[in-house]
């Protein structure tokens, strides 16, 4: 405690150098604390459902995120035996208007086990169950489950909202439940407003629902295993009832099955969830992790600098307590003390940096029609990371002062003209700024190439291939808007059918998507 003591004195007797280094160390720590924690949402946190460790997703290769058809999610679902339970669901959006301007609402298509399997209860009413999730609706009619977020912005938190109808797509649906307000859904970067049951696509939709369709690609399936098993037995058991699910769902109207009939199932641990941000954002962000590590580090070099010049304003007043009988372990303890007081208070506004910081890159990820949804809540992870960020930047910028103030023999710093200290100092100080330097030549080069020149090549590189890849009968849309199917190609230009009998000849490099068959039909 006196060495705390002592350490807020001197911080107190200098206060524009301590400011500049809690509020330099603040923005590097906040940094780093707000990247850390999008990654650790993104990529590290479970699932806020019983024992997540014990989900796993039902794929066909190593990658998790796999479509299946809804007669193949009844058949899984049709074999209790294979787990100890199964939930599939599929993500959409639902329109709340009953006519004029839509209103738009994250959806979830979700099965009847999909609340039970997954050990989330409601925090009002209930969430409906496998009675519920049949065609023509359950005991109670199409029902829907709220999340918590919706219920508190469309409905005040009112307790009287079960039973209460609500309008999706043009269909009547009762609220039976509302969600805890940890639950967001499986899918990360993803929260939903309301779920219903996967059967009621009858409802909704009528003759046109997909239930049925052998080809229509739309659910996500996930199982929890039972006690005690392993991933790999989970796997033997499902592949044991592969030839049975495939040969009852084959598609009829394709005319190769055999890779149908072959392709295995495989189980993909899920204790994450489910997420297709994860691809596209996971090497981005660690790279960006990367360069504010390098930010941090120049933070330090500087603040370095500063504690060793003001160590060497306080030679004399060391020297003197050093004759006096302190130990050179006395002083660079009390002067370890300091920096390490200085990396708390910078740590503690960086923690509140990083939560504004990390809500902003989420927003600057989310598109202008569906926002992101990441949990950047405070966890152990965050608040561990944050910890050490600050003991390692104590360490790092703390160390070097330390070891300069009390290299110097007392006799030497007590004479007015003593150069021991201030050249051993001057060349630290050369090495920090040759060091901050290096560093910052580095941060340049890294931003510049990751987000400047590698985005570009990688556009330019996908952009020569869609060119190369295109044919006759393509659905094309160009960078200026242009809609149309190819009907001719050339060396350098194309000629794209706009309308019945028209048609106009563009430059190949002006194509900026090739569309699925058929959207031309839908416009």
Not at 221 to 233: I, K, N, Y
Not at 253 to 270: C, I, M, Q
């Amino acid at each position: 405690m006196q060495d705390v003591r002592d350490a807020l004195r001197a911080l107190r007797a200098t206060p524009l150098v301590s400011a500049v280094a809690v509020l330099s160390l603040a923005l590097g720590i906040g940094a780093n604390t707000a990247i850390f924690s999008i990654v650790n949402s993104l990529l590290l946190r479970a699932l806020p459902v019983h024992e997540p460790e014990r989900l796993v997703m039902v794929s066909s290769g190593d990658d998790a995120s796999w479509s299946w058809t809804n007669p193949i999610w009844e058949q899984i679902r049709d074999r209790p035996e294979l787990f100890e339970g199964a939930l599939a669901w599929g993500t959409t959006r639902f329109d709340l208007s009953q006519g004029g301007q839509t209103d738009l609402v994250n959806g979830v298509w979700a099965s009847g086990s999909f609340f039970r399997v997954l050990g989330v209860p409601a925090i009002l009413g209930r969430t409906f169950t496998e009675a519920d999730d049949v065609r023509s609706g359950g005991p109670d009619g199409p029902v829907a489950v709220i999340s918590y977020g919706f219920w508190q912005r469309r409905f005040g938190g009112a307790t009287n909202v079960i039973g209460r109808a609500v309008t999706l797509n043009r269909a009547a649906y009762t609220i039976v439940g509302v969600t805890w307000p940890e639950f967001f859904g499986t899918d990360v970067g993803r929260s939903f407003d309301v779920a219903v049951p996967i059967g009621t696509e009858a409802v909704m939709r009528g003759p046109e629902h997909r239930l049925d369709r052998r080809s229509y690609w739309w659910l996500s399936v996930m199982a929890r295993l039972s006690p005690g098993q392993s991933v790999d037995a989970a796997t033997t058991a499902i592949r044991s009832a592969q030839a049975g699910i495939r040969e009852a769902t084959l598609p009829q109207d394709w005319r190769d099955t055999g890779g149908y009939l072959r392709d295995a199932f495989s189980l993909v641990p899920a204790a994450t969830g489910d997420s297709a941000l994860r691809s596209r954002y996971q090497r981005p962000l660690l790279t960006l992790m990367v360069v504010v590590a390098l930010v941090l580090l120049i933070a330090c070099a500087n603040i370095a600098n500063l504690l060793m010049a003001r160590a060497t304003a306080r030679r004399h007043e060391l020297s003197v307590r050093q004759a006096l009988g302190a130990s050179r372990w006395r002083l660079g303890r009390q002067l370890l003390a300091e920096s390490l007081l200085l990396a708390g208070f910078g740590a503690v506004l960086g923690l509140a940096f990083a939560v504004w910081g990390g809500s902003l890159l989420v927003r600057q990820l989310s598109p202008s029609t569906n926002a992101v949804f990441l949990d950047l809540s405070l966890d152990w992870r965050v608040l561990g990371f944050t910890a050490a960020a600050a003991v390692g930047t104590a360490l790092v910028f703390g160390t070097a002062p330390a070891l300069g103030a009390t290299r110097v023999a007392p006799i030497d710093a007590l004479k007015e003209q003593g150069r021991g200290a201030g050249g051993g100092r001057m060349g630290l100080s050369g090495s920090l700024v040759v060091a901050q330097v290096a560093l910052s030549l580095v941060l340049i080069f890294a931003v510049f190439y990751f987000f400047l020149i590698r985005p570009q090549m990688k556009q330019a590189r996908e952009h020569k291939q869609l060119v190369e890849a295109l044919a006759k009968g393509d659905e094309i849309v160009t960078g200026g808007g242009l809609l149309g199917r190819i009907t001719r190609i050339g060396d350098n230009f194309i000629t794209v059918e706009i309308a019945p009998d028209i048609e106009v000849k563009v430059q190949k490099h002006s194509v900026s998507a090739v569309l699925p068959k058929g959207t031309l039909k839908t416009l």
